[in-house]
């Protein structure tokens, strides 16, 4: 896999217009990320048109429902033949593997993957306002092995968690990672970040870049900068 292949930019816009205007000025990305906010402007016509353009797609709709109704939302996605689809993990074992085994039965190549915890929820977050008696590396890991318990493909994580699930997890475990910010870009609302590099080099699989890419003036050139600092630790 190339460099360039393990970085996925999500089409955060509010219209399927706006997201082949983006589209068009990164014609080298090969893999975008479809989150709610486009999902539900455009429905599965965005689907269709990044797969017409041979173009790898992460659906990030982050199930959370009793086990029946992802279950069926499974069904209902695998039409479109997504490569990865998202479920929260605190939907549980059951609803994991319900979700799991009717997402196989009508698209087996599309791999779910379970979110263990936002990369917007801080350690405070999550022990004063969410009441987890659990650390928060503590807490993602023991999220990581419900979902690989369950036969999901992976997890999303942020970056500082890695090292931790890639150890414990094996290396079968898919990891993907939001909240990624170079240095020289700003970290957001993003509270568990680290580098690129420091993210591939920790055991990371794909990278979600988002603003460092899209927000700044010119994304091709942004997009760009990040293959070369990832291609320099390969070398």
């Not at 990624?180 to 990371?204: H, I, S």
Request: proline share 6%.
């Amino acid at each position: 896999m190339s460099v360039a292949d393990r970085i996925i930019v999500p089409l955060d816009v509010p219209s399927t217009a706006q997201a082949i205007a983006l589209m068009e000025q990164l014609p080298q990305v090969s893999f975008w990320k479809v989150g709610l906010e486009l999902f539900v402007h455009s429905g599965g016509e965005i689907l269709t048109l990044l797969k017409s353009r041979q173009k790898r797609v992460f659906l990030d709709l982050k199930f959370h429902d009793i086990p029946n109704t992802v279950a069926a939302a499974c069904r209902s996605v695998a039409g479109w033949e997504v490569d990865l689809l998202t479920i929260h993990a605190t939907v549980g074992k059951t609803g994991l593997k319900a979700a799991h085994t009717a997402l196989q039965a009508q698209s087996p190549k599309t791999q779910l993957i379970a979110v263990t915890l936002l990369t917007s929820i801080s350690a405070r977050q999550l022990a004063l306002e969410l009441k987890v008696p659990l650390e928060l590396p503590e807490y993602t890991l023991q999220m990581a092995l419900l979902a690989q318990e369950s036969g999901l493909s992976g997890v999303v994580c942020s970056p500082q968690e890695v090292a931790t699930l890639r150890r414990v997890c094996g290396e079968d475990l898919l990891l993907v990672c939001p909240g990624v910010r170079p240095t020289w870009a700003d970290a957001g609302d993003q509270k568990r970040t680290l580098t690129p590099v420091e993210a591939v080099t920790a055991g990371a699989d794909y990278l979600v870049m988002g603003r460092p890419i899209t927000a700044t003036s010119d994304p091709g050139t942004a997009f760009e900068r990040i293959c070369e600092e990832l291609t320099a630790i390969q070398s």
